[in-house]
């Protein structure tokens, strides 16, 4: 079988090099063939790959009626409409797995770099004293149990007090996975974590209500998406709780503007830096690779079915 490969953008960590290595790499897969101008398209069927600066509502008509795959090698899909989604007859493929240790690592770095801070003796101290607030007291709160909520609901259970994960998709609820919205979540919780996707049910699902409810000396930790969080409720909470402490890699406006909240004092600002890292780029040209391969080997025996089992926690669901 032949396919067409079609990317509609790229991302400003994506080197010069980017595409001509995705193109050489996706082009050793048998019937491949990588369209980088729109006046190369032949008859064959495509797999789109997009990122987050797309909007698929404005891809070419001819290219979506010929669409048979999308792959989507980011975490976040708030750029892609349920509407979108509803009328699409192929499976539209994220990439959470590629940027969950990093976004993991990165949360976790948050939490050690605030809880234990490792000091430097220019000279032994007779009391060998060192003032911290241990783990093993923090109540934490994860919001989202994908593949980074799982990651970090695993790596902080034996560290921390209690480790609580809410996610509506849960079948059960048991007692630290909760499928259940509740206000009464947050109650007492020292560190809260936002790991969920943005969509119309997460929009807005956290705000100065939910904040308040926290124990008074907490930490919050967004590398997700801003809108779940609202910023603004966020910054006041901050001004108006000194023992709060923020650190915020995800904002409403992308890049934000030099000086954009300096004045909160409690907060540490990074520039949607979480799930970046030195291999990124040949890690989504694998991804890439081997969703594309495998559905190909699925299409080939007319068994779509398997292609969506095995990825089924890469599938964007509507149900």
């Not at 897969?29 to 032949?42: A, F, M, N």
């Not at 699409?88 to 770099?113: H, K, W």
């Not at 600002?269 to 694998?286: E, F, M, P, Q």
Request: charged share 25%; with cysteine.
């Amino acid at each position: 079988m032949k396919l067409q490969i079609y990317r509609t953008n790229v991302s400003s960590y994506q080197n010069t090099q980017f595409l001509s290595q995705e193109k050489r790499i996706l082009e050793e897969i048998p019937g491949v063939k990588y369209i980088q101008s729109l006046q190369d398209i032949g008859d064959e069927p495509f797999a789109l790959i997009s990122n987050t600066h797309t909007r698929p509502q404005e891809v070419p008509k001819n290219i979506l009626d010929k669409t048979i795959l999308m792959i989507h090698p980011n975490s976040g899909h708030d750029n892609i409409p349920d509407s979108f989604l509803r009328e699409s007859n192929f499976p539209v493929v994220v990439g959470n797995p590629i940027r969950a240790n990093a976004v993991c690592e990165y949360t976790l770095s948050c939490i050690f770099q605030h809880f234990t801070k490792i000091p430097q003796h220019q000279y032994w101290p007779s009391t060998r004293n060192w003032e911290r607030r241990l783990l093993r007291d923090q109540r934490v709160l994860i919001i989202g149990h994908g593949h980074i909520g799982s990651l970090l609901h695993q790596s902080l259970s034996p560290l921390c007090r209690e480790v609580i994960s809410y996610d509506p998709k849960f079948e059960n609820n048991e007692p630290t996975l909760i499928n259940q919205w509740s206000d009464d979540l947050f109650d007492g919780v020292n560190i809260l974590i936002i790991a969920a996707s943005l969509n119309e049910s997460s929009e807005n699902l956290i705000g100065i209500s939910h904040l308040k409810k926290l124990n008074p000396q907490n930490l919050i930790i967004n590398p997700a998406r801003a809108e779940i969080l609202s910023e603004k409720d966020l910054t006041s909470y901050l001004l108006k709780n000194p023992k709060s402490f923020c650190f915020l890699d995800v904002f409403n406006k992308e890049p934000f503007e030099p000086g954009h909240l300096n004045e909160v004092k409690n907060l540490n600002k990074t520039a949607h830096i979480a799930g970046v890292y030195d291999r990124l780029n040949k890690d989504i040209i694998s991804f890439e690779y081997l969703i594309i391969k495998d559905f190909l080997d699925s299409y080939e025996k007319d068994d779509i079915t398997s292609f969506k089992n095995e990825y089924q926690d890469c599938i964007i669901n509507l149900n």
